[in-house]
């Protein structure tokens, strides 16, 4: 077999083209530390989300582009804006307050019918099984009472509104019977 001889002088192209691509990768990577970190008021908010340190790990991503496509809201625009960001506010409050009542309330039912049909199952068992009854936990028992703090809130709503609508109803009832 004979073995290729390298030429000395690609040896030292290649080692230069080695060096020369890792000092340009070091010089990219400085500057895209000192665009992402440069403009404050342009990324304040990837700061606060901790984007910046991900962006800065990320060398697909052409960041002055992407920065460059930041641009502040017209004010043609903003008023839309101002009404699909309520939008999204009021739909997330709606579904923490479903998820809040109804999930947490099921799981305490749940607890609670557990907790019967133990006590029934423990009363139907021999003295032999000696476990103590199941106990809620701290954290349980915080929760099932917020539960039960909004279950009144709400019964109370209701019945002040029922409240209001038979005192309607009775002084429309008393007006019609006047004018009659």
Request: aromatic content about 4%; proline content about 2%; overall charge neutral.
């Amino acid at each position: 077999m004979v073995e290729a001889v390298e030429d000395p002088a690609e040896g030292i192209s290649n080692r230069v083209k080695c060096i020369t691509m890792a000092g340009l990768e070091r010089v990219q990577k400085k500057q895209r530390q000192q665009t992402i970190a440069g403009d404050q008021s342009k990324e304040l908010w990837l700061r606060r989300v901790k984007w910046d340190r991900h962006l800065l790990s990320t060398v697909n991503i052409n960041q002055p582009a992407l920065l460059a496509s930041i641009q502040a809201v017209d004010s043609v625009h903003e008023w839309v804006l101002h009404v699909i960001c309520s939008s999204f506010h009021r739909l997330v409050e709606v579904a923490q307050q479903t998820a809040v009542r109804e999930i947490a309330m099921q799981a305490t039912l749940f607890e609670i019918n557990r907790k019967k049909a133990e006590k029934k199952a423990q009363s139907r068992s021999t003295a032999s099984d000696n476990r103590p009854a199941y106990r809620l936990t701290a954290g349980q028992e915080e929760a099932a009472l917020d539960v039960l703090v909004i279950a009144v809130k709400d019964l109370h709503k209701l019945q002040d509104q029922h409240n209001q609508e038979e005192t309607a109803s009775t002084a429309e009832a008393a007006k019609q019977e006047q004018i009659d």
